[in-house]
């Protein structure tokens, strides 16, 4: 299925826990978390209550029909139904999915953050905990700002454990695919954690707790330019000049005619649907007249506006080029501040 969650035929159930309602999880499946859930509920409720193990590899039989043993790799497999998850290298490290949780419980102890999501995906491959941060911001008008730390612990050769801040809550592998895809590289890279090498053993808490306060510091920035963009009043013109330099509306200085009266055109309807969006977008009240409703006007076109009638595709709204726009209309926002 798109969503990879593994149903669990044991417990006639899917391996997928959440807070709040079942319509906001777009598959519609799993456990819905009781608030006087421990983590132990949590593990046993997302089915990630499972340990691993490697096991010793055979190989291709011999002349005599004798297996060969294989002394550079082994079977990964879980020890609850002994699934065969993954053949790796004698030096790969397993982690455990319990690693998650001992990571998540001075956080939510401390009141830093609380479970949001948790669940396995194919059929043990790859195992998830979501926690909801409490150190989003709130704007003037009520507008919110919420942070998730995902954790991702791999049972699969090649795929490494991963913390990642991201502001996409996990419920299964499309959105943990398009949270990872909004990420940069290098971000990806500073959260990863890979099982084999040295001092390489898969997830390490000690390095996920130095990440949470790099996190704690960028989104502390992060709040304070999005209030500044609050306090920017702009003016039509102003508008104007931000549309244009995020769409980069330039008129043509060579061509015919007919194709320069084509540009003009072009350049008038983006202008105009842009300073509509920018007007009836949600929350279109909460900072009107703002580079922030500006910034914010950009973002609702490039998720919904331009795709109004159409089929929004999923992908495209959370990288390429439309995220690409995305970012560049922040940092245009904050340019015109100066």
Known sequence: MAHEIEYRADRSQWSFAFTGERSAIWHRHGQEAN???TLEDWKRQSGTDFRVRKIPLQGIPGHDGTPIAVDTHQLLVREDNNRALSVVPREWE???????????????????????TAGVLFDGGIC?????????????????????????????????DLF????????????????????SEAQIEQGKFVHRGRNNQGFDIEKANALVVAY?????????????????????????????????????????????????????????????????????????????????????WEDHGRWEGKEEPIYGKLAGAANDRKQLAFKTALELVD
Do not use: M
């Open 35 to 37: 608030p006087g859930w």
């Open 94 to 116: 397993p982690s455990q999915n319990e690693k998650a949780f001992e990571f998540a419980a001075p956080l939510i102890e401390a009141k830093f953050a609380d479970l949001s």
């Open 128 to 160: 998830f905990v979501v926690l909801k941060t409490k150190d989003g911001f709130t704007l003037p008008g009520g507008d919110e700002t919420e942070g998730f730390l995902a954790i991702q612990i791999s049972h699969q050769y090649g795929n490494a």
């Open 164 to 183: 990642i801040p991201t502001g996409i809550r996990w419920v299964c592998n499309n959105t943990r695919r398009f949270s990872l895809s909004l990420k």
């Open 216 to 300: 704690r510091a960028g989104l502390n920035n992060y709040a304070e330019q999005a209030k500044l963009l609050t306090t920017k009043r702009t003016t039509p013109q102003q508008v104007h000049e931000y549309i244009t330099r995020v769409f980069q509306l330039e008129e043509l200085k060579e061509g015919t005619i007919d194709q320069k009266a084509r540009r003009r055109e072009h350049n008038a309807k983006v202008i105009s649907n842009l300073r509509n969006s920018i007007e009836t977008q949600p929350g279109a009240n909460l900072s009107p007249g703002t580079l922030w409703a500006a910034y914010n006007g950009v973002s609702y």
